[in-house]
């Protein structure tokens, strides 16, 4: 039975070390980020050989939104734009919505050709006027609808191609004035407003397998912790928000949160969160991590069983090069240039 937790790595190349350590910690599944990757062939066998060292299909996560969140960019992979420029590229609802589903299954499709099985995103978080721009361009829209609207689309085509979407963040970060890598942030909105704004997308999207929490304090609903590591923000997220999924932790490293690595795993275990994530690579910190986390069992464990019962092991048809055709005259504007087949009639 694996542990509570999702590491990284250091670099391009598994090293013994990061191998024995895996294979003695178990963790559920691993992440990497632009230092893990050089090229396809490269970022497939290192998901092959983090898969070995702990020898079953642990899930492999990327943070592969588009704009300034690609860990996986040119030359080898396409550059997808940021969520914003999907509304940005036509007024037209239906042509907005087929462009982020597109969006969403190309690169799901990119992803599952190198072993990565889960993309973190949708960002469903609704920016509001001052707010920090940690968010920013990666807001599909300004309003709840619309952000849950695209937001679904890319979490189908991410989950038509066999990758799980993560929605994030949860409950939302949309009207934090500081950004959580640096400091935590607190909200002082009523629950009301709250309710109304920020927590509607991920209402809307409470089906999806699995979601990421926020490093942020919402005074409403506690006034000491951020939501990662409060019991009330968790069991609002589970009751309220009616989100029934996977919950992992944003990244344990966040100066956000307070502590020792080992006190802030175990907190946020503790609060509610299913899994951890812990990103740096760093051996001592992940050593650290390790102790605060025991076996992933009971509810958490069900709910892992049940995301990854999610993966479709043989994709939605798609024929590529038309498919990235049409997703460039879509984004361009072009609207008649890019009518063609759905993504599921494409031939594969």
Known sequence: MSTAAIYGLSGTVLTDGEAAFFADADPWGFILFRRNVADPEQVLRLTDALRACVGRDAPVLVDQEGGRVQRLGPPHWVR?????????????????????????????????????????????????????DIIGDRAYARDPATVAQLGRAVAEGLLAGGVLPVIKHMPGHGRAF?????????????????????????????????????????????KRRPATQSKAAIMLIRERLGFSGLLLSDDLCMNALSGTLTERAETSLKAGCDLVIHWTGDMTEMRQVAEGVGR????????????????????????????????DALLAGRLDAARGPDVGEAQA
């Not at 935590?184 to 809307?204: G, Q, R």
């Open 296 to 327: 992933l069992k009971g509810g958490a464990a069900r709910r892992a069983a049940a995301a990854l019962s999610r993966i479709v092991h043989t994709p939605e048809p798609l024929d590529v090069h038309e498919a990235r055709a049409r997703f």
């Open 178 to 222: 500081a950004d959580s890598h640096k400091e935590l942030p607190t909200v002082h909105a009523d629950l009301e407003h709250l309710d109304a704004w920020d927590f509607a997308p991920f209402k809307a999207l409470s089906d999806m397998p699995i979601g990421m929490t926020a490093h942020i304090v919402f005074t409403a609903i506690d």
């Open 80 to 132: 997808y734009p940021p969520g914003a420029a999907y509304l940005q590229a036509t007024n037209d609802a239906f042509a907005a919505r087929e462009l982020a589903r597109l969006g969403g299954r190309l690169m799901a499709h990119d992803l599952k050709a190198v072993g990565i099985n889960v993309d973190c995103a949708p960002v469903l978080d609704v920016p509001t006027p001052g707010a920090h």
